[in-house]
């Protein structure tokens, strides 16, 4: 039984190891500059709006293909967008800054959560209803509005900032979107933390703690963040989809990362914009959406897999 459990787990650390390297090493494909530009930002006017290469194509479409392929244009699994662009690269760069902005959107949400709902856990007594109470305020104000007003602020900003070169202004959106997210983020999280903390503080063994005189700083390192890396790790895994879903639904509007960068939200909004009964190019909304969902799963996945591992509480 343990050697079949160590099986599953090696093959599962294989996989995702696999994933992650084909993963990377796309996007460094992606962002490969051979004298024209980046990959995923050439644009090529004659493949404007072309399927994927192993869909139907019309009799237009077909005579370009044919002169495609005589200049030795490649074609792309995922089709090009309306300048012509590859897809397929953008969809993984997109994916890239997506992802990265939930990470560290989830790890600004957990850190201010934990030490504000930990801080409120110990001390107790006026200090936590205070504390909480300033939690309950900031939930009753609408998030994504807040989470709007930073953004739109930064970007107001970084525009009227000459003196900016676009790589920076492209870091300081990123980072205002990221920060602003986490920001609303952690309200949940040091509620929950600090349920457990007053949970955990009432055993005999943190009473023990006390009566051998054992500071706080090592009572909270060697005997309360153990037993809290399970539910922090949870909310860590459900933090995660949400600030992607925050971010796509914010570069939707046009509000969050904006061109040049690519990222699931903008790629959505334009496949949106190319829907019609005339002419449909669904594979400029399709792809994006499939990124999106598919990564919401594999991100829940990821964080049952590490809370089974994690939780001290699991004997299973």
Request: glycine share 8%; aromatic share 8%; hydrophobic share 50%.
């Amino acid at each position: 039984m343990a050697q079949s459990k160590a099986h599953t787990k090696t093959k599962q650390l294989v996989v995702v190891a696999v994933v992650f390297f084909v993963f990377v090493a796309t996007f460094f494909w992606a962002i490969s500059d051979n004298g024209s530009g980046r990959r995923f930002e050439r644009t090529n006017v004659s493949a404007a709006l072309m399927p994927p290469a192993w869909w139907f194509h019309t009799d237009a479409q077909l005579d370009q293909v044919e002169k495609l392929r005589t200049s030795k244009t490649p074609l792309t699994f995922f089709g090009t967008d309306q300048l012509g662009r590859d897809l397929f690269s953008r969809c993984i760069v997109g994916g890239v800054i997506s992802i990265c902005v939930g990470i560290f959107a989830a790890c600004i949400a957990v850190i201010v959560g934990t030490t504000w709902g930990t801080i409120a856990g110990i001390r107790g007594g006026k200090v936590d209803a205070a504390m909480m109470r300033m939690v309950d305020i900031l939930y009753g104000l609408p998030s994504i509005m807040l989470v709007v007003l930073i953004t739109v602020a930064a970007n107001s900003f970084v525009n009227n900032a000459k003196s900016i070169s676009s790589a920076t202004q492209e870091f300081v959106q990123v980072l205002a979107l990221l920060s602003a997210i986490g920001i609303v983020s952690w309200l949940t999280v040091s509620r929950v933390i600090r349920g457990q903390v007053r949970s955990l503080i009432s055993r005999p063994s943190m009473e023990a703690c006390k009566v051998i005189g054992v500071g706080p700083i090592r009572t909270f390192t060697q005997h309360l963040l153990p037993a809290l890396m399970g539910t922090i790790i949870v909310y860590a895994t459900l933090t995660v989809p949400t600030a992607i879903l925050s971010e796509a639904f914010l570069s939707f509007l046009g509000i969050g990362i904006r061109e040049p960068l690519p990222s699931w939200g903008n790629l959505a909004a334009d496949g949106l914009g190319q829907l019609n009964p005339v002419n449909s190019r669904w594979w400029l909304l399709l792809w994006p959406c499939v990124c999106i969902g598919t990564t919401l799963v594999a991100m829940n996945w990821v964080g049952q897999s590490l809370r089974r591992h994690v939780d001290p509480r699991n004997t299973i």
